[in-house]
């Protein structure tokens, strides 16, 4: 009943086109139920009268008829078109509703969960709710009123013979519910594995230059057959099973005519049916029966579309973990002054990453993490911008805490540069503007300049307009490089972060960036995360941090005059020590 009235909730804005859909459906219902009646009164009334009253009445029966099939077929065009509209609509309100909540979930969410699942449910999964949520009312309606009609019809007709009729189609739902259970289970499979098979080829294509550099294309194709494999079998399951139901059910539509057959017989010879009644009575049947077979066909559709909703709502009804608390205010007028207080971190409550972190920058002021892999520094620069929250203690921009502010005001105050940059498919353009949407050509061009990017984006033929191929494929590692500090520089935030910039370009390259990054730093509080110890001589502050937290900290110089762990690296990347 949970999952049914969340469902409903999505028909609230097509009430009209619901409720007409359902008027169209009963005028359909009651069309196809008076043939019938009309056949057995003429039959009684007027085929029994002399030529000149039969062929006076069939005229108006005949406008009547010919009325009464162009009102169905207004009907049906309805229901065929606007109803599925309905469902389109539907689909669109609810594919909207996942996306923006994904895009609300945190990284947290998407460490846990492979996106080429909630790929899957985005695309067939949302078809299938929309195509019940267009026939699903429609067919359980058209077919509740067409049996309950032609059943009060076959009860005047004959009560006894409609009983035994009742009695045998009783057994037939009982017999379909117990199928259905069954079915919801292996459709509910038939997703999961689905999913698995997106979330396969999603990870082959976009990895495809890993794949062909290793000629791993044998290992691709195994991890897909075995996904593949197990889509096809967990759907020959639900066919077994669908088997069953039909041919089941099947069976009983012939036990009903088998029962007419002979109960129809018996009532006949000892006087209480009349054979025509028998043979409106057979007409009803077809009437009673042609919904069972709609409802039978259309269980394959329920169970999809219910199965696919119960997965939307696995994480529609999932909570981000990182929202603006009630009341959060707007981070304005930033200075930079930036604090970890006690700060404590673990992911999942497991493993502790930092344990009592204090940490002081000042506005302005250019500070350095480095140390061994593992041991916090990448986590302590996303605890800033909130991509994760504290265990314990608190981080604080200007003496305010970051939770205390709205995500966006917090992180529209911070401007990221990664080492994996990530570009979107479009053109250069593009790509700079996304770090301010509105931006003029004048500002994108001056933030490419600054950038050190605009000479070679004017080399090319279309310039600005370049298309940069899916994940910037089309660029190398420095260009791409520059285009994110473009964006940053565009965005111009008064703390910047660099985590791990430069470390997976060329010396030339790095060069080049390094420059821009010293350009884009100016002025700006800045946290650096380093493994080239060379990008980070000029640093106001270093801290050398591991597992085990902050070891030390102090300017280029004083750590080399340490002699401690800061000075080995630096040793050994620089004098190419022996590390034993």
């Known amino acids: 009943m949970k999952i049914l009235k969340k469902f409903l909730q999505y028909y609230r804005p097509y009430k009209f086109l619901f409720y007409a859909d359902i008027f169209c459906a009963l005028i359909v219902s009651l069309v196809d139920l008076t043939f019938p009646l009309i056949l057995s009164y003429l039959s009684?009334?007027?085929?029994?009268?002399?030529?000149?009253?039969?062929?006076?009445?069939?005229?108006?029966?005949?406008?009547?008829?010919?009325?009464?099939?162009?009102?169905?077929?207004?009907?049906?065009?309805?229901?065929?078109?606007?109803?599925?509209?309905?469902?389109?609509?539907?689909?669109?309100?609810?594919?909207?509703?996942?996306?923006?909540?994904?895009?609300?979930?945190?990284?947290?969410?998407?460490?846990?969960?492979?996106?080429?699942?909630?790929?899957?449910?985005?695309?067939?999964?949302?078809?299938?709710?929309?195509?019940?949520?267009?026939?699903?009312?429609?067919?359980?309606?058209?077919?509740?009123?067409?049996?309950?009609?032609?059943?009060?019809?076959?009860?005047?007709?004959?009560?006894?013979?409609?009983?035994?009729?009742?009695?045998?189609?009783?057994?037939?739902?009982?017999?379909?519910?117990?199928?259905?259970?069954?079915?919801?289970?292996?459709?509910?499979?038939?997703?999961?594995?689905?999913?698995?098979?997106?979330?396969?080829?999603?990870?082959s294509l976009l990895g495809i230059r890993v794949v062909k550099s290793f000629a791993n294309e044998d290992i691709e194709r195994e991890k897909f057959d075995r996904n593949n494999n197990a889509y096809r079998v967990s759907r020959e399951k639900s066919y077994k099973i669908m088997g069953r139901f039909i041919a089941g059910n099947t069976f009983f539509e012939g036990l009903l005519y088998m029962v007419i057959l002979v109960t129809g017989a018996f009532f006949i010879a000892n006087g209480s049916l009349r054979i025509s009644d028998l043979a409106v009575y057979a007409l009803y049947i077809n009437i009673f029966i042609n919904p069972i077979d709609i409802l039978i066909n259309f269980a394959e559709q329920f169970q999809k579309g219910f199965a696919g909703f119960k997965r939307f709502l696995n994480i529609v009804d999932t909570k981000p973990e990182i929202v603006d608390k009630k009341g959060a205010i707007l981070l304005k007028d930033v200075k930079g002054n930036i604090e970890y207080k006690n700060v404590s971190f673990s992911y999942n409550e497991k493993k502790q990453i930092l344990d009592d972190v204090n940490v002081k920058i000042e506005a302005g002021r250019k500070i350095?993490?480095?140390?061994?892999?593992?041991?916090?520094?990448?986590?302590?620069?996303?605890?800033?911008?909130?991509?994760?929250?504290?265990?314990?203690?608190?981080?604080?921009?200007?003496?305010?805490?970051?939770?205390?502010?709205?995500?966006?005001?917090?992180?529209?105050?911070?401007?990221?540069?990664?080492?994996?940059?990530?570009?979107?498919?479009?053109?250069?353009?593009?790509?700079?503007?996304?770090?301010?949407?509105?931006?003029?050509?004048?500002?994108?061009?001056?933030a490419a300049k600054e950038a050190n990017i605009h000479d070679y984006?004017?080399?090319?033929?279309?310039?600005?307009?370049?298309?940069?191929?899916?994940?910037?494929?089309?660029?190398?590692?420095?260009?791409?490089?520059?285009?994110?500090?473009?964006?940053?520089?565009?965005?111009?935030?008064?703390?910047?972060?660099?985590?791990?910039?430069?470390?997976?370009?060329?010396?030339?390259?790095?060069?080049?960036?390094?420059?821009?990054?010293?350009?884009?730093?100016?002025?700006?509080?800045?946290?650096?995360?380093?493994?080239?110890?060379?990008?980070?001589?000029?640093?106001?502050?270093?801290?050398?941090?591991?597992d085990e937290g902050i070891k030390e900290r102090g300017s280029h110089s004083e750590l080399l005059k340490k002699g401690g762990i800061y000075s080995y690296y630096y040793n050994m990347q620089f004098e190419g020590l022996d590390i034993r």
């Open 44 to 203: 009684k009334n007027v085929f029994t009268k002399d030529k000149m009253v039969i062929l006076n009445s069939i005229a108006y029966i005949g406008v009547i008829l010919l009325a009464i099939y162009v009102l169905k077929y207004f009907c049906q065009y309805f229901i065929a078109s606007w109803g599925h509209i309905m469902g389109a609509r539907m689909e669109n309100n609810m594919r909207k509703d996942l996306f923006y909540h994904l895009q609300k979930m945190s990284f947290s969410y998407y460490d846990e969960n492979n996106t080429g699942q909630m790929m899957s449910i985005l695309v067939s999964d949302l078809f299938d709710i929309s195509e019940l949520a267009h026939h699903g009312p429609e067919n359980v309606f058209i077919s509740a009123v067409k049996i309950i009609g032609s059943f009060i019809i076959l009860m005047l007709i004959n009560s006894k013979m409609t009983l035994i009729l009742f009695a045998v189609t009783v057994v037939m739902v009982l017999f379909s519910v117990c199928e259905n259970k069954k079915m919801q289970r292996i459709f509910f499979d038939n997703r999961k594995k689905m999913g698995n098979i997106n979330s396969s080829v999603q990870d």
């Open 368 to 446: 350095a993490f480095v140390g061994p892999s593992g041991g916090g520094k990448t986590t302590i620069c996303s605890l800033l911008p909130r991509f994760y929250d504290v265990s314990s203690g608190y981080v604080m921009i200007d003496g305010v805490d970051v939770r205390d502010v709205t995500l966006e005001s917090l992180r529209n105050s911070i401007g990221i540069v990664q080492q994996d940059v990530y570009l979107f498919s479009g053109t250069l353009k593009d790509n700079i503007k996304y770090g301010k949407p509105g931006a003029s050509d004048e500002e994108i061009t001056r």
């Open 457 to 546: 984006i004017m080399s090319l033929d279309d310039g600005y307009d370049t298309y940069v191929g899916e994940r910037g494929v089309k660029l190398s590692g420095g260009q791409k490089q520059r285009i994110s500090i473009a964006r940053v520089f565009l965005e111009n935030p008064p703390i910047l972060i660099l985590d791990e910039a430069t470390s997976a370009l060329d010396n030339e390259s790095e060069s080049f960036i390094q420059r821009s990054l010293e350009k884009l730093a100016k002025n700006r509080t800045t946290i650096v995360i380093a493994h080239r110890l060379s990008t980070i001589r000029n640093a106001d502050e270093i801290i050398v941090i591991d």
